[in-house]
C-alpha cells in the first residue's frame, strides 16, 4: 500500500527530494503522493517534521 500526505502537510518539500522514484511532487495545497510510483520505502515519512505522511 502506497504512503499518502494528510491535510497535517506545510508544503515545506522535504519529502520531495528525498523520494528515490520522485513519486511526490507539488499540489494546489500541499505535496502528494503518486500511489502508482510509490515502492512503499517510506523514506519520505522518515523526514516529514510534521508527521503528514502515513503508510
Known amino acids: 500500500m502506497a504512503y499518502t500526505i494528510t491535510d ?3 508544503s515545506c518539500g522535504t519529502c520531495e527530494g528525498e523520494c528515490p522514484v520522485g513519486a ?3 499540489g494546489d495545497t500541499q505535496y502528494n503522493i503518486d500511489a ?3 515502492i512503499d520505502c ?3 515519512a522518515s523526514v516529514c ?3 503528514a505522511i502515513i503508510a
Open 42 to 44: 517510506g523514506t519520505c
Open 36 to 38: 502508482d510510483a510509490c
Open 8 to 10: 497535517k502537510c506545510v
Open 24 to 26: 511526490i511532487s507539488q
Open 49 to 51: 517534521p510534521t508527521e
